[in-house]
């Protein structure tokens, strides 16, 4: 565990746009940063990051919080090992105990498997550098293929012995278990309590690392000729390993990316080795498998410009043809270089330092659009069937794009190519999209149907498991926007009085007069009041999540010092911290007038002094309004029981419904005769 004073240091410590700028590129927009949201599919902008405020908020999907919670979304970690991340990024030291066996176990699966990885990572390369065979083999191997020592320990390769359980009985040694080395594909084998094998056995390693640095999974290259054994053996889909997701050499490229703002994207592992070595740092491979949506959108956070680099042969080509749609789709600005005959990334960075590398790239990189209208132009000749053919693939690839002007920059150039009419063009292309926008929607209700739809409301109870979306079977609340408003107020203002009245008085210090400010009444906390003012009613919040954060603010109802919104925005539970987020996140924006009113106080300040000058009004309206939705339901399930009851009872409901008829017309009274200004 962490103590408290610790705890405080790394929140105090941590900064939005220093945790999130790890990981997505912001650009300034007025007082915020705004970029792609790392969350959800995300074309356009739509996660905003506020340094005044030290939180983030995605205002598609919704997902938001403070660095801590930012850091256990995006890596899947737990509270604590987000706390202990953000202590090493800002050098905070925290004094843990190491782990027993017992205390091993009981981690979470997927730390435990992290844990292994890491031990893994280290027995492999102290295997390369300390074990004969390791020595002879695996580092004689890289330094043939013209591997620098720095490059070596800089991707942290090792080496897997022969032996077929060389590693599986020294990890068993060191108190790991069977269980989690096979879940992480380490070992094999062990049916029937039989002993493992190493999967990796006789093999070069390759770790790969998520954007944070840590160990998620491993290459392995036989360096021997067997039968019926592939060249490349990669770590087994886990709990926490998706090849889809992963990209090799994204922790040690994303910055060069940001500054570059440009990546390449290559095959293998050895092509980003040897163009690191070149001195071309912002590589990442796909690792030999087909590019993923997922991949696209880990690069689409750091840069929207992408060359895609290939051998000079066919099966290269075509791979370049396969992957850029999907480029396409995300919004990419993408380029394609194929390198000379015979050469592949590796072969060719090789013979080339950054200079001439880039200098080859920029004279041969063309655009996806002329770079396949040619390559398929040589292949249909005269042709007209193929040439149609040919349309028809290059018209599909234009239809993904979904920017209009890039899009219709590309219909422009296709035009003169194909020497093609471009209304012909745009009208098919029309046809395409909207056949495109029909598949998707289907799928989207097809989907909706199996979950139920998902409202704004409904937003605090869906749950992920799995690629399944799971939502509780949760009816629709009247009383959710009034009771989340009430909430609001608590979190944003928490113990800030509803008014205070202050009087002038002089006094003398010698021959001076000072005049003073003496505060001569306030009014109860913000919180204080809506405990008092719902207690007094016997009102609690339907929301469960709302109530736990109500009484939470209760709790610290004497704490002068108590802040609310940054107690709620690093609370341990990521529901809360979220939920903090949005009602943090304000609604108004200024209008010109009031903001020349307030004078210096503009903006996001400017929003937040005029609300609080208002309190006195806001608060009670808002504590009314969720009465007011009672006593409305109430009496929509009184007239239900009477149309339902006996005759002979219907004395006793009549009396109970004017009752009703008289709380109703007060309250109407007390919200009509507020006055809240709009802004």
């Known amino acids: 565990m962490i103590d408290q004073i610790t705890i405080g240091r790394i929140q105090d410590s941590a900064q939005i746009v220093d945790v999130v700028s790890d990981f997505v590129t912001l650009r300034r927009r007025g007082v915020n940063m705004v970029g792609l949201c790392p969350f959800h599919e995300d074309r356009n902008p739509s996660f905003y990051v506020s340094p005044s405020k030290n939180i983030c908020k995605c205002f598609s999907c919704g997902e938001g919080g403070s660095p801590i919670h930012f850091i256990m979304k995006h890596e899947q970690f737990s509270y604590y090992e987000a706390l202990k991340y953000l202590a090493r990024k800002y050098n905070i030291e925290v004094v843990e105990k190491e782990f027993t066996d017992e205390e091993k176990q009981a981690q979470s699966d997927r730390e435990s498997m992290f844990i292994l990885n890491e031990y893994a990572r280290d027995y492999f390369v102290k295997t390369l550098y300390t074990h004969p065979e390791g020595k002879a083999v695996g580092l004689s191997y890289f330094r043939e293929r013209g591997l620098r020592n720095d490059i070596i320990k800089k991707f942290q390769l090792g080496y897997s012995l022969e032996q077929r359980d060389a590693f599986s009985v020294e990890a068993q040694k060191a108190g790991y278990i069977r269980d989690f080395l096979l879940k992480t594909g380490l070992s094999t084998g062990g049916e029937h309590n039989q002993p493992l094998y190493d999967r990796f056995r006789g093999r070069v390693i390759f770790p790969v690392h998520t954007l944070s640095g840590k160990v998620v999974a491993f290459g392995g290259r036989i360096l021997k000729k067997v039968e019926n054994t592939g060249k490349y053996v990669n770590s087994p889909e886990s709990e926490i390993y998706s090849k889809s997701k992963e990209l090799y050499g994204i922790y040690f490229a994303k910055n060069a990316i940001v500054k570059q703002d440009k990546c390449f994207l290559v095959e293998g592992y050895t092509d980003v080795l040897s163009m690191h070595q070149a001195g071309i740092e912002n590589v990442v491979a796909s690792s030999g498998t087909a590019l993923t949506h997922g991949q696209i959108r880990m690069i689409h956070r750091f840069s929207e410009n992408i060359t895609v680099i290939y051998d000079g042969d066919t099966a290269g080509i075509n791979a370049a043809l396969r992957g850029i749609d999907l480029l396409l789709e995300d919004g990419m600005n993408v380029k394609v270089v194929l390198l000379p005959e015979g050469e592949d990334p590796d072969s060719f960075a090789k013979k080339q330092n950054a200079e001439s590398f880039q200098n080859y790239i920029t004279a041969n990189e063309k655009d996806f659009i002329r770079f396949k209208t040619e390559l398929l132009i040589k292949e249909v000749g005269d042709d007209p069937i193929k040439k149609a053919g040919l349309i028809s693939n290059i018209v599909n690839s234009i239809a993904l794009i979904p920017n209009t002007i890039t899009r219709s920059v590309y219909i422009q150039e296709c035009s003169q190519l194909l020497t093609m009419q471009e209304r012909v063009l745009i009208a098919e292309i029309n046809k395409i999209r909207k056949r495109n926008w029909e598949k998707k929607r289907d799928q989207q209700d097809k989907e909706s149907t199996k979950v139920g739809d998902i409202t704004a409301d409904d937003k605090d109870y869906v749950k992920y498991s799995g690629s399944k979306t799971v939502k509780n079977v949760t ?180 009396t109970r419904l004017q009752q009703l008829q008289e709380i109703k017309k007060v309250l109407a009274k007390e919200l009509g005769e507020r006055i809240v200004l709009k802004y």
Do not use: C, W
């Not at 940054?566 to 009031?594: C, G, M, T, W």
């Open 475 to 654: 009816p629709k609340n009247p009383y959710d926007r009034f009771e989340r408003e009430i909430l609001r107020y608590v979190v944003r203002y928490g113990n800030t009085p509803l008014y205070q009245k202050f009087e002038k008085r002089k006094r003398k210090e010698g021959k001076t007069v000072i005049e003073e400010d003496i505060l001569i009444e306030e009014g109860l906390g913000v919180t204080e009041f809506v405990h008092l003012d719902l207690g007094r009613d016997n009102i609690n919040f339907s929301n469960e999540l709302y109530q736990l954060m109500l009484d939470e603010a209760v709790n610290h109802i004497d704490d002068e010092k108590f802040n609310s919104g940054h107690f709620f925005l690093n609370y341990p539970d990521p529901k809360v911290s979220k939920l903090a987020s949005e009602l943090l996140s304000d609604r108004y924006q200024l209008s010109k007038i009031h903001s020349k009113i307030l004078g210096e106080e503009v903006g996001d300040k400017g929003s937040r002094l005029l609300e609080q000058n208002l309190l006195q009004n806001y608060v009670p309206r808002a504590t009314t309004e969720l009465k007011n939705a009672y006593v409305l339901k109430k009496i929509d399930e009184l007239k239900e029981d009477i149309k339902k009851s006996n005759p002979d009872n219907y004395s006793v409901y009549i």
